[in-house]
C-alpha cells in the first residue's frame, strides 16, 4: 500500500547548521508530496509541496526536490534557527477525488542557540 | 477568513464513555477528514465525509463514526472509549479532490 517513512528523530542542532530530514514513499502512482510543520501545541501547517517529478517545493527558507526514481522528498535548510525547533511531518496525498493525505511518522528538530 | 475550527480544545473522558468532537471547515471547502495523532506518532487517517457520507475509512473499529451536517461540518464520535484512545484528534478540510488540506488545531482527548 501507499506509505511514508521519515527519518527517526529526535535531531538537535546548533543554530545556523544545515538540515536534512530523509523522506522516502511508497504509492502506486504519482502522488503529490508535502512536508507538514507542527509546533508545540498546534495543528499542522503546511511548509511546502510538489506535485510531480523534479518539481522543487520551497518556502521559509526549507526546500525539497520530487525524486520519482528515488521515491524520495528530503526537506532541506541551509542554516537553521531556534525558531524552527518543531515536529516535521512527510506526507503524500493519492487518490484523486477519493484521495487523502498519508503522513510519517514525524522528525521532532531542536534547535540550540 | 476563519480557517478550520473545532471543539472543544481539551477534553477529560473515563473508560467506557462516549464522545463528540466537533469540526468547522474552512469557508468554501466541502469535505472533511478526521485524523488521530497518538503522542510521538503521525497523524493517521480515520475517515473522510463528503455530502454528508463517509467516502473513506482507515483501519478504525466501529467505535468510531461520524457525521457530516449540510453546512458541511462534521462530528466524529467515539463510543466505548479506551485508555489507547487518549491523542491529539485533528480535522482537515478541502475542496473535494484537491490536494489543499487546511487543519485544525486539535482536539485532545485524554482518558482515564
Known amino acids: 500500500g501507499n506509505s511514508v517513512t521519515q527519518m527517526e528523530g529526535p535531531v538537535t542542532l546548533s543554530e545556523e547548521a544545515f538540515l536534512t530530514i530523509n523522506c522516502t514513499y511508497t504509492?502506486?502512482?504519482?502522488?503529490?508530496l508535502f512536508w507538514y510543520v507542527q509546533y508545540p501545541g498546534e495543528g499542522l501547517q503546511l511548509l511546502l509541496k510538489a506535485t510531480k517529478a523534479d518539481d522543487k517545493g520551497s518556502n521559509k527558507g526549507f526546500e525539497a526536490t520530487y525524486r520519482k526514481e528515488t521515491t524520495s522528498f528530503h526537506l532541506e535548510k541551509g542554516s537553521v534557527q531556534v525558531s524552527d525547533s518543531a515536529v516535521y511531518f512527510c506526507?503524500?496525498?493519492?487518490?484523486?477525488?477519493?484521495?487523502?493525505?498519508?503522513f510519517g511518522k514525524g522528525t521532532k528538530l531542536s534547535v540550540k542557540p | 477568513d476563519a480557517g478550520v475550527t473545532q471543539s472543544p480544545t481539551h477534553l477529560i473522558k473515563t473508560r467506557g464513555q462516549q464522545v463528540t468532537l466537533r469540526c468547522s471547515p474552512k469557508?468554501?471547502?466541502?469535505?472533511v477528514s478526521w485524523y488521530q495523532q497518538a503522542l510521538g506518532q503521525g497523524p493517521q487517517f480515520i475517515f473522510q465525509?463528503?455530502?454528508?457520507?463517509?467516502?473513506q475509512r482507515g483501519n478504525f473499529p466501529d467505535r468510531f463514526s461520524g457525521h457530516q451536517f449540510p453546512n458541511y461540518s462534521s462530528e466524529l464520535n467515539v463510543n466505548a472509549l479506551l485508555l489507547g484512545d487518549s491523542a491529539l484528534y485533528l480535522c482537515?478540510?478541502?475542496?473535494?479532490?484537491?490536494?489543499?488540506?487546511?487543519f485544525g488545531s486539535g482536539t485532545r482527548l485524554t482518558v482515564v
Open positions: 504509492a502506486t502512482g504519482y502522488p503529490s
Open positions: 482537515a478540510s478541502n475542496l473535494r479532490g484537491r490536494e489543499g488540506y487546511t
Open positions: 465525509y463528503y455530502e454528508e457520507e463517509e467516502r
Open positions: 469557508s468554501g471547502h466541502d469535505t
Open positions: 506526507a503524500l496525498f493519492y487518490g484523486g477525488s477519493q484521495g487523502n493525505l498519508i
